[in-house]
RNA sequence: AGGGACUUAGCUCAGUUGGUAGAGCGCCACCCUUACAAGGUGGAUGUCGUCGGUUCGAAUCCGGCAGUCCCUACCA
């Protein structure tokens, strides 16, 4: 074994070696109980990037966690087609050799789309397996299957049918650049340093004129109304009269409504339902004319007159300029409002009347809402329960078709004789309605999401019934950032509800996003976003995976550093310079036999500890509490097992009898056996190298042993000695005591000391004894003396006092350090002990605290209080010495 | 505009029923003591954002204020 743990040269074999195990294969029929997580499927864009490091880390964790555990476990990978987001970065793809997607025509782009999702495709798995996913590659499934096709269409004809799914004229968020319908959801508000244009209305029948307010001057050209609040005053005179449109001169109507706010602009609002979601509201409720001016590019078409052709702020600078020219404009202002952005290309949406696809959602919505509130599926963190509340609550239809190519085709066909729209999951025969077979299949494709809101059970086969489908759904946990509560998580609860009858998952885990070591959101367009595979080509794949399980907390984001990864590597490497020590210096075969009753003190404190940590450890993972597991077995190895177990035995194992000492070396073993497994859903590939090291586990996995539990280790209890963990803590404090006075005094670790320790007790001193070689040899002490009675001259002094214990630690300095420093470092101690003490009397002179506090408080105080007295006293007098220089009975 | 948070050591963050402030990294000092210098030992560092309230006692519970962030939302 090399004295550096190299993970690039273990970790591919390491993961073969699994594969050629079959050991993440999940069992469609088991007698075990089922455990399920589907993979949040990763978008073909692309390659991963460290958010999806640290989504599938927690995932890994829990799967292999579970499989120890003793269930069947399945973790199913997938990607996604990812509509809009892939067809745009191919387009892009395809702009630098100079192509385009209407050049190259349908089928042709979807070939190149292919070929790019193969790619991609290609690349994330094997990211996912370098990450060391034990996913069941057997399952893998893209949304564009053939089978997962078949049900999203059959959804989809069974939502039309009940009425849910329905084909409508409405007005939608419109993308120029995509030239397609977005949904809701897909909107990104900013805020935008606009203006605010007040217009002159003229009267048909008078010389006045109203003053409209709008931020968008260029949509007059689709006004088909004014409106005023009925009660306003300054305007009751003029409803239901006419105004002649500025500029083109068409007569529309001062109407009233009351969402109109008078307090702002002018009270006059411009009415343009087709271009506005209030306008279009308004529209609707008063009957009045839709005009559309735009054209599919966001160009202003034929309804525009003299304006044709133009984008909207060419127009708008144009109609500016023309109203000032004809002396209309009344004022212009800066204003700043929030204006709608396409997330995926950035360009302002236009709100457009065209026709599309939405899928009602209140009735959908309130069974996915019920199975929250009653805590059927649970959220954590539960902060997450009022947002996805609030959001079913105010639910508005979702447009589900999008212009793209890259999609499934949505399965409606219209009849080019009589225009009957069919749905269905097959291309119909004769048109019902007129007899004739001329069809049409709609050109557009469904958004993303609509087939990610069924992943949970089109991934295990359905509409069949199948085995996997009977056993992991529901599945048992989603992980998932909190950006797709929405988009995806509330849908797939919607869907599942309908389709299967039962929630998709019992739990949903949401995490936070990964921030660069700046904070800012890593993207690529910021170039900030990092190739997980970097990271761990640099400190290997359990550095990274460790990094993220002992920081991720309770879905806040997390915020990447590369120094930490290398903390972790570092432990990594401690834990396999541990385990080399072990397998070096332990010469039995198996840790099986331990014999009980000839079990060291320190033996018995470490399974004591192993104990403690196997129930800690698990009740951390079953609260998702990932960081405190992972800091518990980090300190549980460095400290515990590395600091102080392995150097008592190297010590003990001088001393003490073969047999002891084999038997000594069993609980090493033991031990170490444990920290591995439990160690394996954290770091799982330096775990299972280890263990393919141990003798005793040859031709067995590490990832299919038993998790350590305390069921499991019960007979662990049987060492439990409070004396022995008694005897270890003595020991540690006072090599702490000496370890102090040395570093403090400045005195070389090389330099040999003289040590005084004077006990108190028969039985302090009867223990003190039969660890003097321990003593000496971890304290590096040359001489060493333990009595009742100490005297010294000239030396520095530590008191302990641990439960009924007490020690007074003296190393004479004469010869070894200018005694001013020992003066320092008792005044320093003595006025730190004595403000703790000064608070602790304070309050027990406090009648009401001694009558309220609780009794164990109050004691607590009183032992501690003692305890502090007792040290002053000793380190005070300590100091006069020192100062006097006369020898003294420390 | 509504909602949800956050504010603790130089940095990133823990702190689960209120009871003498913690970790990792960084920093300082001394050490290559044969598992590990990716290491060892010791050390320093915080009016726990601010003001008030409840309490014997508040980082922790309640309220006001300030600052930061996120989500939802069609304000012309």
Same mark, same amino acid.
């Given at each position: 074994m ?23 294969? $999940? ?14 499927? !990763?978008? #073909? ?6 958010g ?6 927690i ?40 192509l385009?997607r ?41 949304t ?15 939502l ?10 409405? *007005?939608?968020?419109?993308?120029? +650049? ?15 340093k ?10 048909t029948?008078?010389?006045e ?27 009751q ?32 609002v ?14 609707r ?6 005009i ?18 133009l ?20 004022k ?18 236009? +709100? ?18 019920? #199975? ?10 539960e $902060? ?15 447009c ?13 066909w ?10 269905d ?13 001329? =069809? ?22 359905w ?24 988009? =995806? ?38 170039d ?34 590369e ?14 310079n ?31 500890? *192993? ?16 960081s405190?597991? $992972? ?8 400290n ?28 090493? *073993? ?12 954290? /770091?799982?590939?330096?775990t ?11 031709g067995?996995?590490? /990832? ?6 305390t ?26 005591s ?12 090389a ?37 009742p009675?100490?005297r010294?001259k ?6 302990? #006092?641990?439960?009924?214990?007490s ?15 020992e ?16 608070? *602790? ?13 609780? !009794?164990?408080? #109050?004691?607590?105080?009183?032992q ?27």
């Amino acid at each position: 074994m090399s004295d550096r743990y190299q993970p690039q040269e273990v970790e591919a074999s390491i993961y073969r070696l699994w594969e050629e195990h079959q050991a993440f294969k $999940a069992l469609d029929v088991s007698t075990k109980p089922p455990f399920s997580i589907i993979l949040p499927p !990763p978008n #073909v864009t692309g390659f991963l990037h460290l958010g999806h490091a640290l989504n599938m880390s927690i995932q890994d964790c829990l799967i292999r966690w579970k499989k120890m555990n003793g269930f069947n476990v399945l973790w199913l990978p997938g990607t996604d087609h990812a509509g809009i987001a892939t067809q745009v970065v191919v387009e892009k793809h395809l702009q630098k050799m100079g192509l385009n997607r209407e050049q190259l025509g349908r089928e042709k782009f979807l070939e190149k789309v292919w070929e790019w999702k193969r790619e991609t495709e290609d690349r994330i798995y094997s990211q996912l397996k370098r990450l060391g996913g034990a996913l069941d590659w057997s399952r893998a499934t893209f949304t564009l299957d053939e089978g997962v096709s078949r049900a999203v269409t059959k959804v989809f004809v069974s939502l039309y049918r009940k009425g849910l799914i329905y084909r409508g004229l409405r *007005l939608v968020n419109w993308s120029g +650049p995509l030239q397609s319908a977005i949904s809701d959801l897909e909107v990104e508000f900013k805020e935008v340093k606009g203006r605010l244009y007040l217009i002159k209305y003229p009267l048909t029948d008078s010389n006045e004129h109203l003053i409209v307010a709008t931020t968008r001057p260029e949509t007059l050209l689709g006004d088909t109304a004014v409106c005023v609040h009925p009660k306003d005053d300054r305007y009751q005179r003029f409803i239901g009269k006419k105004v002649r449109l500025p500029l083109i001169g068409r007569e529309i109507s001062v109407i009233a409504d009351e969402s109109i706010d008078p307090q702002f602009g002018t009270g006059v609002v411009k009415v343009t339902p087709a271009h506005d979601f209030n306008d279009y509201k308004l529209g609707r409720k008063y009957n009045l004319d839709f005009i559309n001016i735009l054209d599919k590019m966001c160009y202003l078409n034929e309804n525009a007159g003299i304006y044709r052709g133009l984008s909207v702020t060419e127009a708008r600078r144009r109609i500016v300029h023309d109203l000032k020219e004809s002396d209309l404009l009344v004022k212009e202002e800066p204003h700043i409002h929030q204006v709608g952005h396409c997330s995926r290309t950035g360009a302002v949406i236009e +709100p457009l009347l065209s026709e599309q696809w939405f899928v009602k959602m209140s009735g959908l919505a309130q069974p996915a809402r019920a #199975v929250v509130e009653s805590g059927t599926i649970t959220l954590e963190p539960e $902060a997450w329960i009022k947002t996805y509340l609030h959001w079913l609550n105010n639910i508005e239809d979702w447009c589900i078709s999008r212009q793209l190519w890259w999609g499934h085709r949505i399965p409606a066909w219209y009849c080019q004789v009589c225009s009957h729209v069919y749905v269905d999951e097959r291309q119909p025969g004769q048109c019902e309605k007129c007899g004739n077979n001329s =069809w049409k299949q709609d050109e557009d494709v469904l958004d993303t999401w609509f087939s990610s809101a069924l992943w949970p059970f089109t991934t295990l086969g359905w509409p069949a019934q199948t085995e996997a489908l009977k056993t992991f759904y529901p599945t048992s946990v989603l992980v998932t950032g909190h950006d797709i509560l929405f988009f =995806w998580v509330a849908r797939m609860i919607m869907m599942g509800l309908e389709f299967v009858k039962d929630v998709p998952f019992r739990k949903v885990y949401l995490h936070g996003l990964v921030r660069d070591d700046q904070g800012t959101k890593m993207s690529k367009s910021l170039d900030n976003s990092i190739d997980p595979i970097d990271v761990i080509e640099k400190y290997g794949a359990d550095a990274l995976r460790f990094n993220f399980l002992a920081h991720i907390h309770s879905g806040k984001d997390f915020q990447f550093s590369e120094e930490r990864v290398q903390g972790y590597r570092n432990f990594i490497n401690k834990l396999w310079n541990a385990a080399r020590f072990v397998l070096t210096r332990v010469s039995v075969a198996s840790f099986e036999g331990i014999h009980g009753p000839s079990l060291a003190a320190f033996d018995r404190w470490i399974l004591q500890r *192993l104990w403690e940590v196997e129930r800690d450890v698990e009740q951390g993972l079953e609260q998702c509490r990932f960081s405190d597991a $992972a800091h518990l077995l980090y300190h549980f190895v460095w400290n515990d097992f590395c600091d102080w177990y392995i150097e008592f035995s190297k010590v003990n194992w001088l001393e003490i009898a073969p047999d002891e000492k084999e038997n000594s070396q069993k609980v090493m *073993l033991f031990v170490l056996d444990r920290i591995i497994a439990l160690l394996h859903p954290f /770091i799982p590939f330096v775990t299972e190298e280890i263990f393919q090291k141990l003798p005793y586990r040859e031709g067995q996995l590490c /990832i299919l042993q038993n998790y350590p539990t305390t069921r499991l280790d019960k007979e662990l209890k049987n060492f439990f000695s409070s004396e022995s963990a008694f005897e270890v803590e003595l020991l540690k404090a006072v090599l702490h005591s000496i370890r102090q006075i040395r570093g403090e005094n400045r005195i070389s670790p090389a330099q040999e000391i003289g040590v005084k320790l004077r006990v108190f007790d028969e039985k302090t001193q009867k223990i003190l004894g039969n660890y003097r070689k321990m003593l000496m040899l971890l304290g590096r002490i040359s001489s060493l003396e333990i009595s009742p009675e100490v005297r010294a001259k000239k030396a520095a002094v530590s008191r302990i #006092v641990l439960g009924n214990s007490s020690v007074t630690v003296a190393v004479p300095l004469e010869g070894l350090v200018n005694i001013e420093e020992e003066i320092k470092r008792l005044t320093k101690a003595i006025e730190k002990a004595e403000k703790t003490l000064k608070e *602790l009397e304070r309050r027990l002179s406090q009648e009401a605290f001694l009558k309220n506090a609780n !009794p164990e408080v #109050v004691e607590h105080d009183r032992q501690q209080s003692q305890v502090l007295r007792v040290q002053i006293q000793t380190w005070t007098e300590a100091r006069e010495r020192l100062l006097r220089n006369e020898e003294f009975l420390v």
